[in-house]
């Protein structure tokens, strides 16, 4: 049959020959074209929606258009002259508009009985698509489908309202809002601006004409995380777990200036005696581990271990050891009842830590054995025996703490022996080294390992230079000796970074200082340290930590002293108050060591 032959059919009308085949009727539809406007809100009031569509003169002027890129505007707030509105997205479509009768719905009340129809006052309260779709149930054989029409275009609002500035108190817009929007002629003629130069206290700045940058919604593409379960706790309450975290670890975390350390595990660790046999064997291995070196990295013991059962050693460190947050001996654990702030002996313990994400080899590509693509993994680099050594010629991937007695460079060992030591441990900075000798292992460490990474070979000459220039201590009193003369840029560079580090360490601990006289004496007390502290200085020394001075030459030299500790701030961050954020060594916080995956 020909398409010709189909439209001369009446409506519902089979063609010739089909009614055995049991076909659906056939309808005709009109040629008239229909507009589709998909209003953001529910309408309850077709007189208030077609207000807010800008009302019947604005539809109008629509609908007549011949623009294909022709859109309309929904304000909802339509009282409002000066609400903003949301332009429509116009989409093409090819649907067909549908007139579906039903019987009409007659519902009769008994009295004495309230249904969910009816209103708390009584009044009869409809829901028409509930009454449709009830209709359309009961009624299969009674309902009529009549096409109407064709639907080409389709406005849709996706565009995000706009905010709205608060006018109520503007009274430029008041005016306006009193005369102009009246539609007065009278009134509009009234209208007068200020003429002044100056706007009066009282009045408002004009907002700009759109406060919203956004105007489509983002994505965010939300999905639940597919290693989340949801269980029942004993208390029969539904509670989510993730069952792709490791176990948290429990151990004790301390200060790095705590008054006494723990001398046992945490309570919150399960009992020794509820641990296996292969944990208590562990254990036992650990302990003897400690017995022969008290304080070790991650690497360290892990080294005694072969490099086996770690993620059952992350679990059981808790029981052998804590540790410190911060300070010289932090990323390290300590045997318990042991304090290595109490003798000189241990500084061989202290450990250094650097943030060596540009410096080691980058994150490799390899396709993921577990799923699908290629994910930024780093390959496994396996159990290396001596990768917690530094000799200064190798580099391994997965250092980034080291302690003292592990160093076993010459030049670094040999200024390490050399060394003046303190008689009181600094528990922030350097511990029982002085300030210019830790800064200059510090650097002199951070330098090679950045040559190392290059594939180059370091040069210890340049190092013998820099260490030259350096006493064990730096204060105000002797900084103004530690510029070089007739240095090349690169040693003037490190020096500088050496003095700014080491200065900021000493003000750092003369500031702890005067605080806590403070809080012991009171303000006069802090007064009398500042005035001895200014007093001992001498003028040079005073610019170099930035006092006042009284002529203009001292100052312009103050500012170019602070330029050079201004060159190695960001070091100083690094250096000085660096971020616990290692993951790949145990003696980091509890709170990232949660984060790690046990093997």
Known sequence: MTMAQVNGLHDGQLPSGAASLRLAPFHAVRKEEFVHIEHPCIIKDLDKGLRSLGGEVSINKFLESEDPTKSIAVSLRPEDALATS???????????????????????????????????????????????????????????????????????????????????????????????MKHDKNAVRTFRLNPAKVLPLDQTVCPPPFLNQVKVPHNYAYRQNPYVRFVTDSSGAMTSINVSSSARQVRHNVAADIAEVPTAPPVDLPPEESLGPFKLQLLKALRAEFDKRPIMSKRVYMRALKGKYEGETRKLIGYVGYSFDSGPFRDSIVRFGLDPRSDPKYREFQTIFFQLSDELPQKSAYRNPHGRGIRRVIKPVGFVPNSHLFDGKTLYQDARVWQMCDVTDPLLRELLKNAKLRDEFDPVFSGWYENATWTLLKIIMRHKIKVLAEGETPDDGLYKRIIGCFPDAIDPSNVKATHPQNMDTLSTHLCSMV????????????????????????????????????????????????FDMDSDDEERKDELDDDDDDEAEEDEEDEVDEDADDGEDDGDSQDDSDQEIAE
């Open 86 to 180: 949301i332009p429509s997205d116009p989409v093409t479509a090819q649907d067909l508009l549908l007139k579906i009768t039903v019987p009409k719905v007659i519902r009769r009340r008994r009295k004495g009985i309230r249904t969910r129809s009816h209103s708390d006052s009584g009044e009869f309260v409809r829901n028409a698509a509930v009454d449709f779709r009830r209709t359309l149930r009961d009624n299969p054989h009674k309902v009529t489908v009549t096409p109407v029409g064709v639907v080409k275009d389709s406005h849709r609002f996706r565009t995000l309202p706009d905010y709205q500035h608060e006018t109520a108190g503007d009274n430029v817009v008041g005016k306006l809002r009193d005369t102009i």
């Open 499 to 546: 003095r700014a580090i080491a200065m900021s360490a000493w003000r750092q601990r003369e500031r702890r200082y005067v605080d806590h006289a403070s809080t012991l004496q009171g303000d006069s007390m802090t007064d009398d340290i500042v005035d001895s502290v200014e007093t001992e200085l001498d003028a040079d020394a005073r610019a170099e930590i930035g």
